[in-house]
């Protein structure tokens, strides 16, 4: 037998040097990474199991509890990016037969309803018409009288830049032995939160958006009452990558011995590790007020400039991330391409919004006064300038 060579030559584009543009990122993620975070990534590897990135992980446990705002031991941070953190809670606290409740105000719960649906689950949806949220009178109400085994809420809907009020559905939740669930992908760090408070039994979010980290985990954490419908599953969780349980051992979660699970994205770990540093320098509340400062400066700029945020009533509004109207007549994409050749990105809508809204990321290190003006300055000018082409 012989074995013949691959006369295929190594793909050109291969032999060139990547080009990575210097770009300020103010749409709805991912952010700026921080110096101190951007340092962690050309620090060597460790071994997924080795004493000293044991300890890392340890440090991000107890961050990330910080930030949540919680007791419970499952928090961690799944391998992946907040897709992972959505697909884990929901492979881990839906089984057949369950009924789940979704509050919709944008995108993330129609994305919800459909991994539900995916995997056989009976869905209700309660909605809100796209820059409004459910009032949460209506959501208590559709669980008294759905009476789902999970409820499902995006905080921080980043297709509509809307802020979900969380208060009192941790109570009805448990008032009709539902869990709960909270995405805060877009939200965490940028706008008040407290897991245990509001008695949450489940949040997940992502390290690219307030934490000015790259993608690729999704932060987690699991209530004991979540942990303890997950030990007595009826059918095993569908997904091993994605076993809350088998997780929680490999963060150090359950005190017992840890045993291998997968391999860690050992820098992205580190840079998760930095970013909660730094937050834990600033404090979680004073992060969280400079997001909302910071927004004020943002509304104020648009209204000098004769622009409008989108959601029109202000305690609605997400203060990491704002959604301006589109001026009549105005070709956004024309505006959009025109901030992105001057360095600096800001998106268009998503899903229902496309086309109505610009979307602008204010996170971490973005959510900065001077810079905030700069960008307004910057949207306005080139609103002029696509105008003045017609
Ligand atoms: N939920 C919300 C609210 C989001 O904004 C996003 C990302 N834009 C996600 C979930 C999904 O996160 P990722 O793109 O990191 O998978």
Redesign the pocket.
Known sequence: ITCSMSSRAPPKALLQDMVVPPRQLFG??PSNMADSIAETQSKNLLGHLHPEFVQIMGDVRLGLQYIFKTENKYTFAVS???????ECAMVNLLERGDRFLVVEI???GQ?AADLANRMGIEVKKISAPHGKAVPVEDIRKAIAEYKPNLVFV??????TGVAQPLETIGDACREHNALFLV?????LGGTPFDADALKVDCVYS????VLNAP?GL?PISFSDRAIEKIRNRKQRVASFYFDALELGNYWGCDGELKRYHHTAPISTVYALRAALSAIAKEGIDESIQRHKDNAQVLYSSLKKHGLEPFVEDENLRLPC?TTVKVPEGVDWKDVAGKMMTNGVEIAGG?GATVGKIWRIGTFGINSNKTKIENVVELLSKSIDETRSKL
Do not use: F
Request: glycine content about 18%; proline content about 6%; hydrophobic content about 30%.
């Open positions: 709805p993620g992946g990016t907040g897709h992972s953190g959505m944008g995108l993330w994305r995006c905080q921080g809907d980043s297709s995405d805060t992908v877009a939200s992502a390290t690219q958006k993608p999704a991330l998503l």
